[in-house]
């Protein structure tokens, strides 16, 4: 079993829809949760990151933390053509280095 | 755009061969991590360094090894090159403190072994 498991997709979606991407893990001593998004041959760029449980706003894109079921999700509303990426989760592991555990990304297509 | 670049852009080797990449740490960093990733996968952490040396692995033999210099900019070297060796080599720069330091990545480096 992956540390990080995440639906490949692809998700595609009409423009203006409310997205839902979603990971699940295993580690219960993760603490701090990334989203990444990647564009095709691009390096992945941050997007947000919340600690422990809880959620964080951020423009149109939310980050929900539940750590008692270890379930990440990100929300993106009123989702737009240039929205279309690959989204990674990216919880991190710390032992006095900062290593970033990655899900495989979900492919996500928003459509005109 | 992140400040942090890597070069070359992309690359051919042959098996048994060697190959060094080299990224530059944004202004203010002094913490460079390395990841791998290959087609259709998430970034692996291969390393990090940190004051110059490296001080935490992931699960990559020893023929992946790294630097880090007075300027915080690294080298990525991997020595007798396997065909499994393709993929996409991602380095990341961030201010280390504890945890939770967001890290900033460069646009890669594509790397084909034939």
């Known amino acids: 079993q992956k540390e990080v498991e995440q639906d490949p997709g692809p998700l595609s979606v009409p423009e203006g829809a409310i997205v839902s991407l979603n990971c699940t893990y295993s580690n219960s001593a993760f603490q701090y949760f990334m989203w990444y998004r990647q564009y095709s041959r691009k390096g992945p760029e941050l997007l947000m990151y919340t600690y422990s449980s809880g959620n964080k706003e951020d423009g149109r894109f939310t980050a929900q933390v539940d750590k008692s079921s270890k379930y990440i999700s990100l929300f993106i509303r009123d989702s737009q053509p240039s929205d279309s990426a690959t989204y990674l989760c990216a919880p991190e592991e710390y032992g006095g280095y900062n290593k970033l555990i990655f899900g495989a990304g979900t492919r996500l297509a928003v459509h005109p | 755009e992140t400040g942090v670049t890597q070069s070359p852009t992309h690359l051919i080797k042959t098996r048994g061969q060697q190959v060094t990449l080299r990224c530059s740490s944004q202004?203010?960093?002094?913490?460079v991590s390395w990841y791998q990733q290959a087609l259709g996968q998430g970034p692996q952490f291969i390393f990090q360094y940190y004051r110059e040396e490296e001080n935490g692995r992931g699960n990559f033999p020893p023929r992946f090894s790294g630097l880090q210099f007075p300027n915080y900019s690294s080298e990525l070297n991997v020595n007798a090159l396997e065909l499994d060796d393709s993929a996409l080599y991602l380095c990341?720069?961030?201010?280390?403190?504890?945890?939770?330091?967001?890290?900033?990545f460069g646009p890669g480096t594509r790397l084909t072994v034939t």
């Open positions: 990341a720069s961030f201010r280390k403190g504890l945890a939770g330091a967001e890290q900033y």
């Open positions: 202004s203010g960093h002094n913490t």
